[in-house]
């Protein structure tokens, strides 16, 4: 009987071992995401959870009383079987299976499956926490008293809530899980407020727009031939802005023959504007408040710097829309042999995520500003260099201005250190 009573005791005492870890290690998210679905065993486990300095002295309470109790019961057995001399070996023998079989076994189990051992726990917690609720809280008041002293109490426990990083650790560790492009997708999500408007702009001189100073023939044309579908609208100057036109509204006054510059600025939205270096997410929300799909970015003197829209925020999350990389990067046209003929306008990002050179991105925007800023002078045509490890030849300038260069990124070199 008595040996029954001990094998009995050691397996409360596993239970006890196993179930607080199970608990502890339970993932709160996923704890979270199954209790609101109804799950009952995570319910309780969640209510449990919210005050684990309770739980703890719950666990511990039963763990220690069977523990102290089964080495009592061993004392009499080893008494009753070898007399005072069979106490060591007892003592020793009940170490050696409270550590296998009630410790690292089932701790080792809950770690594995926390699920499966913290849901069955919780109901039984559930009441036993309620039959002995009042020396839990003498308990739990004494060890509060104790970490005051230590300046800790129970609500500086810091909660789940997981850092950017942390964030990004998780999306990255998803695995399976998640697929390869939705962890780009929600990790370019992370990265919004790194990247400001003008790193994805279009810059001032590549605006395309309607000026009301030319003949409303012309005017028509670029109506006719515009691959977007609202245009900004400036008087004399992309600096005077009058609006935004939405293409379709003026197709639809010029069908009906009332098109002229009067109605043009009576059609047009009110511009909106956006100050240099605001980061991407804020733009974003502001996009979405504001009900607007496009915007000017302007310095700090109200200069218009560029144009940006909500296309092209989004694109920074989902990545471009086309598939093939020669043609999301229109400014890099392949070659035969493996170079590419590229824009000095390209944006130095665009070639980064689309043709996954390993560019500089924490200059110049450009690939003209890159070359200019890394040779400090305007180069002449013909001139070569090694910009990131990649051979580049200078084709073209124009003005001050690169306009067209050649770049080898098949004859990469690995830059060296110093």
Partial sequence: MLFGILILLILLSAFFSGSETALMTLNRYRLRHRARDGHRGALRAEKLLQRPDRLIGLILLGNNFVNILASSLATIIAIRLGGEGAIAIGAFLLTLVILVFAEVAPKTLAALRPERLAF????????LLKLLYPLVWVVNGIANALLRLLGVTPDDAEGNVLSKEELRTVVMEAGAMIPKKHQKMLLSILDLEKVEVEDIMVPRNEIDGIDLQEPLDEITRELHNS???????????????????????A?????????????????????YFIPEGTPLNTQLLNFQRKKRR?????DEYGDVLGLVTMADLLEEIVGEFTTDPSDSVQDAQPQEDGSYLVSGSANVKDLVRTLHWE???DGPRTLNGLIIEYLEAIPEPGTSLLLGGYPIEILQTQGNAVRMVRIAPQARRTPQSG
């Fill in 120 to 127: 069955p726990a919780s109901l039984v917690y559930t009441p």
């Fill in 227 to 249: 691959q977007y579908t609202r245009l900004p609208v400036f008087d004399d100057g992309i600096d005077n802005i009058v609006g935004l036109i939405h293409v379709r509204q």
């Fill in 251 to 271: 197709m639809h006054a010029l069908s009906r023959g009332e098109l002229d510059k009067q109605t043009i600025r009576a059609i047009c939205d009110p511009p």
């Fill in 294 to 298: 496009t915007g000017l970015v302007v």
């Fill in 359 to 361: 560019l500089p991105t």
